[in-house]
Nanobody, 122 residues
Framework: VQLQASGGGVVQAGASQRLSCAAS????????MGWFRQAPGKEREFVGG???????DFAGAVKGRFTISRNNTKNTVYLQMNDLKPEDTAIYYC?????????????????WGQGTLVTVSS
């Protein structure tokens, strides 16, 4: 599975941003897709994920602000981020795995995109 993340940039606090993760090699509806982020000096952390059936899970820090959707025709998964805060500043990665559920640990995902930087200014 090859993943290509895009959509990062610089936004002001309170704004919205949508990240995309285009997949090839597997259909996004057949695999679990996860989003992670890594801020400077911090470990990579789980943001959210979507199962083959469309169920989503999110980390507490983003729940209610971020959503994940999927376009099967474009074979792309999206991370919609609303009400962005400076603490959301990070490199965002999409990841994929087979199996069931949405693991919260980065090591559970064998396939990774290259990351896209989101900077939220106050």
């Amino acid at each position: 599975v090859q993943l290509q993340a895009s959509g990062g940039g610089v936004v002001q606090a309170g704004a919205s941003q949508r990240l995309s993760c285009a997949a090839s090699g597997r259909t996004v509806s057949d695999i679990i897709m996860g989003w992670f982020r890594q801020a400077p000096g911090k470990e990579r952390e789980f943001v959210g994920g979507i199962t083959q059936g469309g169920r989503t899970d999110f980390a507490g820090a983003v729940k209610g602000r971020f959503t994940i959707s999927r376009n099967n025709t474009k074979n792309t998964v999206y991370l919609q981020m609303n009400d962005l805060k400076p603490e959301d500043t990070a490199i965002y990665y999409c990841a994929a795995r087979a199996g069931f559920g949405v693991p919260f640990t980065a090591t559970s995902y064998p396939y990774w995109g290259q990351g896209t930087l989101v900077t939220v200014s106050s």
